[in-house]
């Protein structure tokens, strides 16, 4: 193993929560804080090690049937957002909702809302509301809601061909998505519609998870050895890794610093850690100091 003295190690400047995670945490931490008792719906951040430091300040984690019994609660909305019915549940049971969805999906949400009402009023058997998406994911069940369940996913390009190109389309794409796939699509669309059909588009890729593609492919490229730090459920991060992987193939996912693998410093110079949107920068900063105790 090459002499840690002379091991360069960077951390990824680009790498950490993005904006939407940011803000809810900082919400949480604020209520927790005046010691509110504070109730989450669902994990705040895919990653198991953030949601333990919040769960020791006293957040506590429910899921949609625990909030079903709840009644004069607070509760937390994270970054994701919500369908319209845990907005009329809360309400049912006098719930204080602090709402923590992210902007860019809020904004989709309305878009994607607006737009189901405006088929509706046409003739809705001829349009389709696409999304292109993770099926079951946290942040698509939100947008499905908006359209009272009518909206159509497709979680792979491959997926495309289930459309009706006889009848209208319109495109979404969860904000994480890929810029790439969701091009692909759109261009399949493009060639398959009938000229009798609308098909319209929006671009509602979130341009913080985006742009980390081109910047994070960069970044392999410049190490030896990449760490990326990320809980194995960020969808998020299983983009991100593999674009490290297609860059660097000496790539490793790893949850935490006790995965660190001594062996894969032999040989090495520099050491690259990075991580996804949901990977906060203490962890990153852990497996840094993990390196340099070796």
């Known amino acids: 193993m090459g002499n840690s003295r002379n091991l360069q190690i960077e951390i990824d400047s680009g790498s950490g929560f993005c904006f939407g995670v940011t803000t809810a945490i900082q919400k949480a931490e604020e209520e927790l804080a005046k010691g509110t008792k504070l109730y989450c719906l ?124 006889q009848r209208d389309i319109y495109l979404y794409s969860q904000t994480t998505k890929s810029l790439d796939e969701f091009h692909r699509i759109i261009e399949y669309i493009q060639k398959h519609i009938s000229p009798d059909a609308i098909f319209r588009s929006f671009d509602t890729i979130c341009r913080s998870v985006a742009n980390r593609m081109p910047s994070i492919s960069r970044f392999a490229s410049l190490h030896d050895l990449i760490l990326f730090v990320c809980g194995r459920k960020s969808s998020n991060g299983k983009v991100l890794f593999n674009e490290c992987l297609r860059v660097n193939p000496n790539a490793h996912l790893i949850e935490g610093p006790e995965e660190i693998d001594q062996n894969w410093l032999t040989d090495i110079h520099s050491v690259g850690i990075c991580g996804a949107t949901s990977t906060p920068k203490w962890l990153m900063e852990q497996c840094r100091d993990a390196l340099l105790q070796m």
């Open 42 to 165: 669902g994990d705040i951040v895919h990653n198991g090690m953030e949601c333990e430091r919040l769960r020791d300040m006293g957040l506590i984690t429910i899921n949609h049937d625990e909030m079903r019994q709840l009644h004069h609660a607070k509760v937390l909305l994270r970054a994701h957002g919500e369908p319209p019915e845990t907005y009329e549940l809360a309400e049912r049971n006098n719930i204080d909702i602090i709402d923590a969805t992210c902007p860019v999906v809020l904004q989709l949400q309305k878009r994607i809302k607006r737009q189901y009402g405006t088929n509706s009023h046409e003739s809705s058997d001829n349009s389709q509301i696409v999304i292109f998406g993770k099926k079951g994911h946290a942040e698509v069940l939100g947008l499905v809601g908006q359209t009272l369940g009518h909206a159509i996913v497709i979680e792979h390009f491959d997926d495309v061909r289930q459309l009706d190109f």
